[in-house]
């Protein structure tokens, strides 16, 4: 070899070429095979198997228009059961919570909002107090109202602007999908639309059980009225699986042989089921299906996963990590800025991971891969990578309250206070209630962290005015006690107890309200303070 390069080019051997040389002299070498593509079908099967039963019963609901909701655990396949659905119906609106939603208030209503009503106010004949409502929400609609959050008045803008917007059709189809991501204030007004008769809508919900979002769904439920269907989605049946694997037409698969194993190995899950066929194909080619030890499934679908991700190249890996940390922000150009790249220099690396079906138009195919990649960044590349995040989140659009969960998660808690604070005193100032009292909770919680009491004070501070305003009639007193807690001189116990007179004023307990009154007094008269 040596002397053939020396001949033809004039050079000699590189080190990785002599290394691999000695492997192949020691017999120990390994040459890589090309393996056919993946099958489509493995990627989507060609239909639903052992779902009739569940389809039928939707079905009949949704003829009756009665709310659908859909339980299911992670891999038993509610998401592709609604695209199914929603494929026969060509005006449906569908919707899908993310986990970054849970830290926005209204962030789900919001896309939802904007995904029902697109253009803008100005198409539509609504009256202007609606427009000003529904702007809180989407600002194409001009100029939102100055006064706090009304929910009522809310949910009536929206059902006005829904009405119009869906003019003379019979029923406005929503197909709303793993609603355990969405915030508490959106599940509120979506629960109200829900159970208003004025609005002709149908509804098919689906979500992971968790406590919050089936305690929001049973009291909907427990409502005179109110006449829904929910369906827990099961696992596969043995039987169905065999099913299953016979319409994949994987060439070289014994489906009666491998259905028992693979159903007990998955628990019945399509998902689990389909990742275990696809790591097996991507380890040793349609050749070996047919073998009994050829399906060596991990403990768990995350073992599984990780197994797919470890054969990216390293940019590959580089982009779903950073897709992992940046939900449905993530973008190449985010990327791009993150690692200061070119985004041209990322385009292979993008296509590796659509063609291994981890992202499909910038985001995660399912959930579970989206763990998968988070669950194996070690801490410090994740507090790394949520600074980063920060910095070129404002130029790509992200909100001050997006940009301080990612200063907080990466352990800026003193400027995701900051942050926080400022957020939330323009939801106040845009009469954004809810979001306010969430934004200055947190700014509190940072600060306190950080040491940076004075901004703990200023913030709990804001809350109470805005609880005051907004939530007269119903603001806990814990909210006043933590504000009392925080002041480090007389002048903001003063101040503390000031907005627990009002609070008590506020619900009738005249009484405690003369002695917070001259509590406050006492401190008024004991502080320093100019004022």
Do not use: N
Not at 100 to 105: L, N, S
């Amino acid at each position: 070899l040596k002397a053939a390069l020396d001949r033809a080019l004039g050079e000699t051997p590189s080190e990785e070429t002599r290394r691999l040389a000695a492997l192949i002299d020691a017999g120990d070498a390994t040459l890589p095979v090309a393996h056919p593509p993946t099958p489509v079908s493995i990627l989507r099967p060609p239909r639903l198997v052992g779902r009739e039963a569940v389809i039928a019963a939707m079905l009949e609901a949704w003829r009756d228009q009665r709310p659908i909701l859909i339980r299911a655990e992670a891999g038993m396949g509610k998401s592709r059961l609604l695209e199914e659905f929603r494929a026969g119906l060509p005006a449906a609106v569908g919707v899908k919570a993310r986990p970054v939603d849970r830290d926005c208030a209204y962030g789900f209503l919001t896309r939802w909002a904007a995904a029902c009503l697109p253009g803008g106010g100005g198409r539509l004949p609504v009256a202007d107090w609606v427009a000003a409502e529904i702007a809180r929400l989407l600002p194409g609609w001009g100029d939102p109202s100055p006064w706090p959050v009304q929910l009522l008045r809310l949910r009536q803008a929206l059902v006005q602007a829904l009405v119009c917007a869906a003019g003379q059709a019979d029923a406005i189809s929503f197909l709303l999908d793993d609603l355990q991501d969405a915030d508490d204030e959106s599940l509120q007004i979506l629960g109200a639309l829900l159970t208003e008769a004025q609005l002709p809508a149908r509804w098919i919900l689906a979500a992971r059980p968790d406590g919050r979002t089936d305690g929001w769904w049973h009291t909907l439920c427990s409502g005179s009225g109110f006449h829904a269907l929910t369906v827990d989605l099961p696992p596969l049946t043995p039987r169905e699986t065999e099913r299953l694997l016979d319409d994949l037409a994987i060439p070289g698969l014994d489906a009666p042989r491998w259905a028992e194993r693979l159903w007990r190995a998955c628990a019945g899950r399509p998902l689990f089921m389909l990742e275990a066929l696809l790591a097996t194909l991507r380890r040793g080619g349609p050749g070996g299906m047919g073998g009994e030890r050829a399906l060596r499934i991990p403990a768990s679908l995350l073992e599984l996963l990780r197994q797919r991700l470890c054969a990216l190249d390293a940019d590959a890996l580089k982009l779903a990590r950073i897709a992992a940390v940046a939900g449905t922000r993530f973008s190449l150009e985010l990327a791009a800025k993150v690692l200061e790249r070119h985004p041209l220099d990322l385009a292979t690396a993008w296509r590796s991971l659509e063609e291994a079906h981890i992202l499909v138009d910038g985001q995660f195919v399912h959930d579970t891969l989206a763990e998968a990649v988070a669950h194996d960044l070690p801490a410090p590349a994740s507090a790394w990578l949520h600074l980063a995040l920060a910095r070129h989140g404002p130029a790509l659009g992200l909100g001050l309250a997006q940009v301080a969960g990612h200063c907080a998660r990466g352990g800026d808690l003193a400027q995701a206070a900051r942050l926080y604070f400022e957020a939330g005193t323009l939801a106040s100032e845009a009469g954004r209630v809810d979001e306010s009292l969430d934004c200055m909770q947190r700014a509190a919680d940072c600060a306190g962290t950080a040491g940076e009491r004075a901004l703990a004070f200023d913030a709990l501070r804001w809350r109470s005015v805005d609880l005051l305003i907004g939530r007269a009639g119903e603001a806990p007193h814990q909210s006043f006690d933590a504000l009392f807690e925080t002041a480090s001189d007389d002048f903001e116990r003063g101040e503390a107890l000031r907005m627990r007179t009002l609070a008590w004023v506020a619900h009738a307990g005249y009484a405690q309200a003369v002695d917070c009154a001259r509590r406050a007094i006492g401190f008024y008269e004991a502080s320093s303070h100019p004022d």
